[in-house]
């Protein structure tokens, strides 16, 4: 089954936040031509064998972008994982919270939040296609126990408000391995193919 929306298609909260977009094992997702995702808890929550796409998407306001929850070790495999000309960014305020949402800070947390994927790897970006942009958030891009390739992608203004409820804040890029399980994570950062910074305004790069 593949959901698409196309076309300046608008899923936003309307009183509240709402908890988002859960994909089943296996499902697809594609959201292009600046269709938008605001306001939820997590955007986007990838499952296994699952197929996502977004290609010159937005996504405003969200505590989570793109998530995938902890298998405690055991990596996801998708069929497709591809995120290009795609914004994640603040526009200043989130609705308030719906009933049993999961407590978060002022502002989003990250753009792209992963855990476990480890086994196959995935890009984040592409060169020919457009550019990222990752901005006014805790973190642009996070990962636990994850292989990632991060391109053409740009991260500005990631910051860490007072009031955040999350350690190591106010990072562009931020990966974790874990020692328990010798799981290591692996990053790979390069260039946006304009040439303009790749990291500018943060309080940590990587």
């Not at 996504?59 to 994982?81: C, H, K, L, P, T």
């Not at 480890?118 to 550019?131: D, P, Q, R, T």
């Not at 994850?146 to 910051?159: A, E, G, R, T």
Request: one cysteine or more; glycine letters at 12%; aromatic letters at 10%.
């Amino acid at each position: 089954v593949m959901f698409s929306l196309d076309s300046n298609t608008n899923i936003i909260g309307c009183d509240t936040m709402w908890q988002g977009i859960l994909m089943e094992p296996g499902a697809g997702i594609e959201v292009f031509n600046g269709s938008k995702i605001n306001d939820a808890n997590r955007a986007i929550q990838i499952d296994d064998e699952c197929e996502l796409y977004l290609t010159n998407a937005q996504f405003y306001d969200n505590i989570v972008g793109v998530y995938s929850e902890s298998r405690n070790g055991d990596s996801y495999r998708f069929q497709a994982f591809s995120v290009t000309g795609t914004t994640f960014d603040f526009n200043g305020s989130l609705r308030p919270d719906y009933v049993g949402q999961p407590i978060h800070g002022s502002i989003p947390n990250a753009g792209i939040n992963l855990t476990d994927v480890s086994i196959e790897g995935i890009e984040i970006g592409k060169y020919g296609a457009g550019m990222n942009s990752f901005q006014n958030m805790n973190f642009g891009v996070k990962g636990l126990r994850c292989d990632i390739n991060i391109l053409n992608s740009q991260f500005s203004n990631i910051v860490a408000p007072d009031d955040s409820i999350y350690k190591i804040v106010g990072t562009a890029i931020y990966m974790e391995g874990d020692l328990q399980q010798s799981i290591p994570s692996n990053l790979r950062v390069l260039p946006v193919g304009s040439g303009v910074n790749t990291i500018s305004n943060c309080e940590r790069g990587v």
